[in-house]
């Protein structure tokens, strides 16, 4: 796919966050240097060498604690402002960058240019090397130089899996400097699902519950999008529970990227989380 138009947004911020420590050049800064870019949402993308890592299935539980710390503390310290659409502007997650995929040891895409783990939104683990966060490479390498217009990487992912990803020209985005992206990757039927609409059911089409909108505070929660549910949606919150959305863990934080649903019921996000953890 050609992708939304990618830049970076801020290159060299200098952050400790907590838990997390430092290794290298990180150590000697006393420091992480993290670039902050956006390719469809805004991520903190991190060299893993100065966390003493490698990105490898079997150090994913330390990645992602370590992930997971960093987007907490740019979200805490740095709010980005996107120039066309407000709901964006926020912090989705962070890349840990592996620029040495050569001599990874498990052996796995030694062939690519790269190799990431992408985490994201509540601390999730992306399977695939990240669309959006490719694209979001992709522009901070262009802007410091390190890709030009033309040329191609491979971005592999924690399991070896790789995305295939190019930029195609450069253009603005507001008053940034910006990439045009596209990505390629492979993608596979695993099921068909069908859904029934019971003439019975007085919600079958499916209910509103806020007009798309900036954001609202709904007893301390911040909400930023509508919440739909429709025919064949797995949602706990039935009419008789919707008193407890704004507790939902989801409708406190605006960390979903342009196209997702926010404020979804927690055992609800859990299933999500796990259908994507297979997807």
Same mark, same amino acid.
């Given at each position: 796919?050609?992708?939304?138009?990618?830049?970076?947004?801020?290159?060299?911020?200098?952050?400790?966050?907590?838990?997390?420590?430092?290794?290298?050049?990180?150590?000697?800064?006393?420091?992480?240097?993290?670039?902050?870019?956006?390719?469809?949402?805004?991520?903190?993308?991190?060299?893993?060498?100065?966390?003493?890592?490698?990105?490898?299935?079997?150090?994913?539980?330390?990645?992602?604690?370590?992930?997971?710390?960093?987007?907490?503390?740019?979200?805490? +310290?740095?709010?980005?402002?996107?120039?066309?659409?407000?709901?964006?502007?926020?912090?989705?997650?962070?890349?840990?960058? +592996?620029?040495?995929?050569?001599?990874?040891?498990?052996?796995?895409?030694?062939?690519?240019?790269?190799?990431?783990?992408?985490?994201?939104?509540?601390?999730?683990?992306?399977?695939?090397?990240?669309?959006?966060?490719?694209?979001?490479?992709?522009?901070?390498?262009?802007?410091?130089?390190?890709?030009?217009?033309? +040329?191609?990487?491979?971005?592999?992912?924690?399991?070896?899996?790789?995305?295939?990803? &190019?930029?195609?020209?450069?253009?603005?985005?507001?008053?940034?400097?910006?990439?045009?992206?596209?990505?390629?990757?492979?993608?596979?039927?695993?099921?068909?699902?069908?859904?029934?609409?019971?003439?019975? +059911?007085?919600?079958?089409?499916?209910?509103?519950?806020?007009?798309?909108?900036?954001?609202?505070?709904?007893?301390?929660?911040?909400?930023?999008?509508?919440?739909?549910?429709?025919?064949?949606?797995?949602?706990?919150?039935?009419?008789?529970?919707?008193?407890?959305?704004?507790?939902? &863990?989801?409708?406190?934080?605006?960390?979903?990227?342009?196209?997702?649903?926010?404020?979804?019921?927690?055992?609800?996000?859990?299933?999500?989380?796990? &259908?994507?953890?297979?997807?």
């Amino acid at each position: 796919f050609v992708n939304v138009p990618s830049y970076l947004h801020a290159e060299g911020l200098v952050m400790r966050p907590r838990g997390v420590r430092l290794f290298g050049a990180a150590a000697e800064r006393k420091g992480l240097s993290v670039q902050l870019a956006f390719g469809g949402a805004y991520y903190g993308i991190v060299d893993v060498a100065e966390l003493g890592m490698r990105v490898v299935p079997e150090q994913v539980e330390q990645l992602t604690r370590a992930g997971a710390a960093i987007t907490e503390a740019l979200r805490r +310290d740095h709010t980005p402002e996107h120039p066309l659409d407000e709901s964006l502007d926020h912090v989705y997650g962070t890349i840990l960058v +592996d620029s040495d995929p050569g001599t990874s040891p498990d052996g796995l895409a030694r062939d690519a240019t790269v190799r990431n783990v992408t985490v994201f939104a509540e601390a999730e683990v992306d399977r695939s090397p990240c669309g959006s966060g490719t694209s979001a490479l992709l522009a901070a390498r262009h802007a410091l130089g390190a890709s030009q217009v033309g +040329d191609t990487i491979v971005n592999a992912s924690i399991t070896g899996e790789s995305f295939v990803a &190019r930029v195609e020209d450069t253009t603005t985005l507001g008053e940034h400097e910006a990439v045009v992206t596209s990505v390629e990757g492979s993608g596979y039927v695993t099921g068909h699902a069908r859904f029934v609409l019971d003439e019975r +059911d007085p919600l079958g089409n499916g209910f509103l519950l806020r007009e798309r909108g900036g954001p609202h505070e709904v007893n301390g929660a911040h909400i930023t999008r509508q919440l739909v549910y429709g025919p064949g949606w797995p949602c706990s919150g039935s009419p008789s529970r919707m008193s407890s959305f704004p507790s939902t &863990r989801a409708s406190r934080s605006a960390t979903s990227p342009a196209g997702e649903l926010q404020g979804v019921p927690s055992s609800t996000s859990a299933l999500r989380a796990s &259908r994507s953890a297979r997807a």
